[in-house]
C-alpha cells in the first residue's frame, strides 16, 4: 500500500515537473486560442485581504486592513464583470467592478479593472496563477491607481491577495 502511494506521489511531481500537467496540454497549439477562450468562462467567487497602505497627497487615505468578497462573470472574451462588498478600517461598502482578463498558455495570466464605489473611482492590476484544473486562481495586486480628475491620479500602495474559485453551473 505504501509502495503504491509513493508511485502516485512520485508520478505526479514527474508530470507536474515536465511541464504536462498545465493550461494547454490537452490541447495542440492551433486550438489553444479556441480552447482558451472557452475554457475559463463563467461565473467566480472569490475573497481578497491585505493592507492599504495610505497615501497623503493629494487627498488623504489613511493605511488600515482591507477585505472584501464578491462574485464576478467572465465571458470567452476575457471581459469580467463583478460586484463586492469591501471593508476598508471597519467600514463596508459595495462597489462595481468592469474589466479584461487574460489567461496565458501556461496558467498564468493579468487582470486589469476599473472599480466604482464610494471611493474615488480607481483602475487595478492583478496578476494571477490558475491552479487546481483551472477551477481556482491565486491572485496579488499589482497596483491601484486612484483617478481623482481628468488630470490627476494617484498610486494607492497595498499588499492585497486574492483567491477565486470557479462556480458550478449547469450546462442547459
Known sequence: MNCVLLICIIGVLVLTASGYVNCNHFYPDEFLDLALAWQYPGKWGYTFNGTILGIQSPITIPAGPVAAAGSFALDKAGNMAASQTVNFNG????????????????????????????????????????????????????????????TVNANLPGIITVKAKRLFEFPW
Not at 109 to 118: D, E, Q, T
Open 91 to 150: 467600514s463596508a461598502f459595495p462597489e462595481t467592478v468592469a474589466g479584461t482578463v487574460t489567461v496565458n498558455p501556461d496558467c498564468t495570466g493579468v487582470a486589469i479593472f476599473k472599480l466604482s464605489g464610494p471611493l474615488p473611482p480607481r483602475t487595478d492590476t492583478l496578476d494571477f496563477v490558475l491552479v487546481d484544473n483551472q477551477t481556482e486562481a491565486f491572485m496579488v495586486f499589482g497596483s491601484s491607481v486612484l483617478h481623482l480628475s481628468s
